[in-house]
């Protein structure tokens, strides 16, 4: 089972993501985009394919057993379509199969924390309306999905609440 962090910038998955590994003693697969954008590189279709693929063997070098992922495909894809437009047939027909997987539940963080500053992040007004694009997605693909959402400590705890509520 992956347990996926997920939703738009600076609303706090990777902290989640470190809490929610550290909690149940497990490994956690970091987001491939902080290790391969640059802050001082203008960045191409091509590094979102090659993010794509990367992503994609980060999930299939995973443990069987239950593991954290800082974002997966979703994050990709949907950023393709909000910086480039519509997804090449490639990235697409990867997404749809990749959406067919259901040993995945999804972390939604809704951005309801102060947007903080880094180089690697572009949208700090229209949040709500990614985190929208985000649940809009899960929604449509029928996957299992809970909100987190609240300040430090209580994301945690939302997010344990609703894991135990699916049997984690």
Not at 73 to 92: D, S, V
Not at 94 to 110: G, K, M, N, V
Not at 111 to 139: A, G, H, K, S, V
Not at 140 to 154: M, P
Request: charged share 25%; proline share 7%; hydrophobic share 35%.
């Amino acid at each position: 089972m992956k347990l996926v962090l997920t939703g738009p910038e600076c609303s706090g998955k990777t902290t989640l993501a470190t809490q929610l590994a550290e909690h149940y003693g497990v490994s956690i697969a970091p987001e491939p985009a902080r290790e391969h954008l640059q802050p001082e590189k203008v960045y191409k279709p091509s590094d979102l394919l090659q993010l794509a693929a990367t992503q994609c063997r980060l999930e299939i070098n995973a443990s069987p057993k239950l593991q954290v992922l800082d974002t997966d495909l979703q994050n990709i894809y949907l950023w393709w379509q909000e910086k480039f437009g519509p997804a090449p047939t490639t990235l697409q027909r990867c997404y749809a199969d990749y959406s067919s997987q259901r040993d995945r539940i999804y972390l939604l963080c809704r951005p309801d924390i102060p947007w903080e500053f880094d180089p690697l992040r572009e949208n700090p007004r229209d949040r709500d309306r990614l985190y929208q694009l985000y649940r809009d997605d899960l929604t449509a693909r029928k996957l299992t999905y809970g909100v987190i959402e609240g300040q430090a400590g209580r994301r945690l705890d939302c997010a344990l609440d609703f894991l135990q509520q699916q049997g984690i």
